[in-house]
C-alpha cells in the first residue's frame, strides 16, 4: 500500500511538536532551516546542554545525554552542522563524559522526573557516546574530549562481542561515518554475526518480540553498513514500513508506551522518521 503523504502530515501537524512539524518542512516542502534551528534551541539549557524531554523518555528539564544525542541529530538532519549549538553540545558532552570520554546514559537529576523505566540513572559509559562523537566529528570539531571519546568508541568496537541491540545500532551509525573508511568497513563486517538470519536483532529486555530492523540499523541505501543486510531484507523492511501507517495517518512505536506525553511526541518523531526513510528510498514522494 502506497504510503498516505497527506495523511501523515495532517498527523503531524495535528499532534506533534513545534519541533517536528518544522523538521517535516524542511523535509516534505525545503522549508528554510532557521526555525528548526529557533524551536531546538528551546530545548537548550544555560550549561549548553539540552534536556526539557526532547528525548521524550526521559521527562527531566536539566540537560541529559540523550537530548544532546538527539538535539545534533537534528542539526545533523537539517544539515545544520555549522550552528554554534553544536560546539556548545561538545563542550556540555566533555564536562559531563567520564574520564575515559565515555558519556553516561542518564544523568542523575533524571531520577527527580517522570522517566522510562530503562531510563535510569547509571554512570557506566554507554553507546550515546558513538553517536555524539559520529556527528562532531562529521562536524569538523576538534577537541581533547572527543579524542578520547573516539578512541574508547573504537576499544568497545574492537571487542563485537560484548555489543548487542542499540550497542550495535550507535557503533553502526559511528562506523558509517568514519574517516577511516578501510578500517569501519572491517568493524561492520565483524558485527555481521550479531545481526539473524531475518535481518534484525532482538532488544534485550524490550516489548515482546522489539527488534531492531534492518531500516533502523542502516536507514539510507548509501551507508556502509547496508553491506550486512541482503536486498530482499531491506524491500521486505520497506513494505512492512509502508502497510504500518495506521489509519490517523501516523506511526506507532514498538518499545514501551508509558506515558501519555511519551506517547503524542515519540509518534510525531517515528512518523517523521517513517517519511524520512521511505522519502530516502523513494516511496514516499
Same mark, same amino acid.
Given at each position: 500500500?502506497?504510503?498516505?503523504?497527506?495523511?501523515?502530515?495532517?498527523?503531524?501537524?495535528?499532534? $506533534?511538536?513545534?519541533?517536528?512539524?518544522?523538521?517535516?518542512?524542511?523535509? %516534505?516542502?525545503?522549508?528554510?532551516?532557521?526555525?528548526?534551528?529557533?524551536?531546538?534551541? $528551546?530545548?537548550?539549557?544555560?550549561?549548553?546542554?539540552?534536556?526539557?524531554?526532547?528525548?521524550?523518555?526521559?521527562?527531566?528539564?536539566?540537560?541529559?545525554?540523550?537530548?544532546?544525542?538527539?538535539? %545534533?541529530?537534528?542539526?545533523?538532519?537539517?544539515? $545544520?552542522?555549522?550552528?554554534?549549538?553544536?560546539?556548545?553540545?561538545?563542550?556540555?558532552?566533555?564536562?559531563?563524559?567520564?574520564?575515559?570520554?565515555?558519556?553516561?546514559?542518564?544523568?542523575?537529576?533524571?531520577?527527580?522526573?517522570?522517566?522510562?523505566?530503562?531510563?535510569?540513572?547509571?554512570?557506566?559509559?554507554?553507546?550515546?557516546?558513538?553517536?555524539?562523537?559520529?556527528?562532531?566529528?562529521?562536524?569538523?570539531?576538534?577537541?581533547?574530549?572527543?579524542?578520547?571519546?573516539?578512541?574508547?568508541?573504537?576499544?568497545?568496537?574492537?571487542?563485537?562481542?560484548?555489543?548487542?541491540?542499540?550497542?550495535?545500532?550507535?557503533?553502526?551509525?559511528? %562506523?558509517?561515518?568514519?574517516?577511516?573508511?578501510?578500517?569501519?568497513?572491517?568493524?561492520?563486517?565483524?558485527?555481521?554475526?550479531?545481526?539473524?538470519?531475518?535481518? =534484525?536483532?532482538?532488544?534485550?529486555?524490550?516489548?515482546?518480540?522489539?527488534?531492531?530492523?534492518?531500516?533502523?540499523?542502516?536507514?539510507?541505501?548509501?551507508?556502509?553498513?547496508?553491506?550486512?543486510?541482503?536486498?530482499?531484507?531491506?524491500?521486505?523492511?520497506?513494505?512492512?514500513?509502508?502497510?504500518?501507517? %495506521?489509519?490517523?495517518?501516523?506511526?506507532?512505536?514498538?518499545?514501551?508506551?508509558?506515558?501519555?506525553?511519551?506517547?503524542?511526541?515519540?509518534?510525531?518523531?517515528? =512518523?517523521?522518521?517513517?517519511?524520512?526513510?521511505?522519502?530516502?528510498?523513494?516511496?514516499?514522494?
Amino acid at each position: 500500500m502506497p504510503t498516505d503523504i497527506a495523511a501523515a502530515e495532517r498527523f503531524i501537524h495535528d499532534t $506533534a511538536r513545534l519541533l517536528d512539524r518544522h523538521r517535516l518542512a524542511v523535509l %516534505l516542502h525545503g522549508a528554510p532551516v532557521e526555525p528548526v534551528r529557533t524551536a531546538l534551541r $528551546a530545548y537548550q539549557n544555560p550549561d549548553h546542554g539540552f534536556g526539557h524531554a526532547l528525548e521524550p523518555d526521559v521527562r527531566d528539564p536539566a540537560s541529559q545525554p540523550t537530548a544532546t544525542l538527539h538535539a %545534533l541529530e537534528v542539526l545533523a538532519e537539517v544539515d $545544520a552542522l555549522d550552528d554554534s549549538m553544536v560546539i556548545q553540545a561538545a563542550n556540555w558532552a566533555a564536562r559531563n563524559a567520564r574520564p575515559d570520554g565515555a558519556l553516561p546514559f542518564v544523568l542523575p537529576t533524571a531520577a527527580d522526573h517522570p522517566h522510562a523505566p530503562w531510563m535510569t540513572p547509571n554512570p557506566d559509559g554507554s553507546f550515546i557516546t558513538f553517536g555524539v562523537a559520529s556527528i562532531l566529528t562529521r562536524a569538523g570539531v576538534q577537541t581533547p574530549w572527543l579524542d578520547v571519546a573516539r578512541s574508547w568508541c573504537w576499544s568497545r568496537i574492537d571487542r563485537p562481542d560484548q555489543l548487542d541491540a542499540y550497542w550495535v545500532k550507535f557503533a553502526l551509525d559511528f %562506523l558509517d561515518h568514519e574517516p577511516d573508511e578501510d578500517r569501519a568497513r572491517a568493524a561492520i563486517a565483524s558485527l555481521r554475526p550479531k545481526i539473524g538470519n531475518d535481518g =534484525t536483532i532482538p532488544v534485550p529486555g524490550g516489548t515482546e518480540d522489539e527488534r531492531l530492523t534492518a531500516l533502523v540499523l542502516s536507514p539510507r541505501p548509501h551507508l556502509r553498513s547496508r553491506a550486512l543486510f541482503a536486498p530482499e531484507h531491506i524491500d521486505a523492511e520497506l513494505d512492512r514500513l509502508e502497510t504500518d501507517q %495506521l489509519a490517523d495517518g501516523g506511526w506507532m512505536f514498538d518499545w514501551l508506551d508509558w506515558s501519555p506525553g511519551q506517547r503524542v511526541e515519540w509518534r510525531g518523531s517515528v =512518523t517523521l522518521r517513517a517519511l524520512a526513510t521511505l522519502a530516502a528510498h523513494g516511496r514516499a514522494r
